[in-house]
């Protein structure tokens, strides 16, 4: 795909399919102007995240205006940030922003009941050159709820094991399949006296929840059944416990203080053999500036657990549309064409892992990542669950309910006690929301 000779044809064709669709029942047509451009005179307001996306969208921004007329204001804010001025404007009824970023597995059940975001099922099949269905399943299920398309998935995170390469060969140890492998790896290379671990990964109470997940789906346990609390399933337990085992017996100390930033640095300074984290962060480990193991870490698909492996692949942040939004059309356009393969080719090579199953499948898309990466990306794709936090309103609530059993599993405490407790708060915030 050659986007020079390509972006000229996709202007044109953006600018005639938008034309199509220029008219809402909400809004009258822009007055025709001497170029035809669909939306030309209507401004855009749009809420994002301080971004690797948003910068690259507002380097491609220009051309997107000149071909529709309009004129979009992009405002970037920091996470924290960002979630409190959207709930600001949405508690206040506000028009704007016509659209916004959002993070599906923490905003979607929330925004969903306080009808903060408008449905797309009949905007995406407008244009059948978008092709919605090239974006992969898992992205997709991940962005819809009660069989509604609330959001279009821009990036995504795929659970994925770093490893040194290196390590490895020296001491004839494969690549491990399984979480047993990779436990009783992990026991061989663990060396604290030489200041070198045999696995390393977030231990904060309410950030280890996503790290977790994937041990606890690949045992065949899950966060909730129906609407009960599961953390406390046989199943569920062993998936802790392992992820548990591997930071108390096989990790550094100050594990409990860890988050996904202070375990990629410890793997970057080579202190550690294996690491399990998404795959969206990998820069962090072979970034020359950055990691003194650059060339030696390799990726592989999340082992397999009793279950099977089953990492979650998950639309990280998506983009929505304010239901109150004076100028649908319009903020449809502009989410088309932010999402359309020209573009997410062009943030997947910048190092953003995309939701198009098409742009996976291309060169281009592919050869800026370590071949083992891509691989391992686009297996997870395939075999992947959707979330990696529990499906509740009060998301931050249940991390920390959750986190607690392999915090106190690390503390020496019985996990099956932990579990116990931990269900029972989780239920209780179960109920508690359903009263919201």
Not at 40 to 46: F, I, P, R, W, Y
Not at 239 to 255: C, M, V
């Amino acid at each position: 795909m050659n986007l020079r000779k390509n972006s000229g044809v996709l202007a044109l064709t953006l600018a005639a399919a938008m034309a199509v669709t220029a008219c809402s029942q909400d809004q009258k047509p822009a007055a025709p102007s001497a170029s035809a451009k669909p939306f030309a005179g209507q401004k855009l307001t749009v809420f994002t995240l301080n971004h690797q996306w948003t910068d690259s969208i507002k380097a491609s921004l220009p051309q997107f205006e000149e071909a529709t007329g309009m004129k979009v204001d992009v405002q970037a804010f920091a996470e924290e940030q960002l979630q409190q001025k959207l709930a600001v404007q949405f508690t206040s009824s506000s028009e704007t922003p016509d659209v916004f970023m959002s993070r599906p597995y923490m905003d979607k059940i929330l925004f969903y009941k306080n009808g903060w975001m408008a449905q797309l099922d009949e905007y995406v099949k407008k244009n059948p050159g978008y092709d919605f269905n090239d974006f992969s399943k898992a992205a997709i299920d991940a962005t819809t709820i009660d069989g509604k398309l609330m959001y279009i998935p821009l990036f995504t995170d795929q659970f994925v094991l770093y490893y040194r390469k290196d390590i490895l060969q020296k001491n004839n140890i494969p690549v491990p399949k399984t979480l047993a492998d990779l436990e009783a790896a992990a026991k061989k290379l663990h060396d604290p006296g030489k200041d070198f671990y045999g696995f390393v990964g977030r231990g904060q109470r309410n950030a280890l929840v996503t790290a977790v997940s994937s041990f606890v789906f690949s045992e065949g346990g899950d966060f909730m059944k129906g609407d009960k609390a599961a953390v406390n399933t046989p199943e569920a337990i062993r998936g802790f416990q392992i992820y548990a085992s591997l930071l108390k017996n096989y990790g550094p100390q100050g594990t409990l203080n860890m988050s996904w930033p202070q375990a990629a640095a410890l793997f970057a300074q080579g202190k550690a053999a294996f690491y399990a984290e998404t795959a969206s962060i990998y820069k962090n480990t072979t970034d020359p500036e950055k990691s003194l193991v650059k060339d030696n870490v390799g990726f592989a698909v999340f082992p397999a657990g009793t279950a099977g492996a089953k990492p979650y692949n998950i639309a990280a942040w998506s983009l929505a549309m304010n239901p109150k939004a004076k100028n649908k059309d319009a903020a449809w356009a502009f989410m088309e064409w932010a999402s359309n393969k020209e573009n997410v080719l062009k943030i997947q090579r910048s190092g953003v892992p995309g939701a198009r199953n098409s742009v996976w499948a291309m060169k281009e898309g592919t050869e800026t990542y370590p071949p083992d990466l891509a691989a391992a990306i686009q297996e997870t794709m395939k075999i992947g669950v959707g979330y990696n936090v529990p499906q509740v309103i009060s998301v931050g609530e249940a991390r920390d309910a959750v986190g607690s059993i392999v915090v106190k599993a690390m503390l020496g405490e019985d996990i099956k006690a932990a579990a116990d407790q931990a269900n029972r708060d989780f239920q209780a915030i179960i109920d508690k929301d359903k009263t919201k």
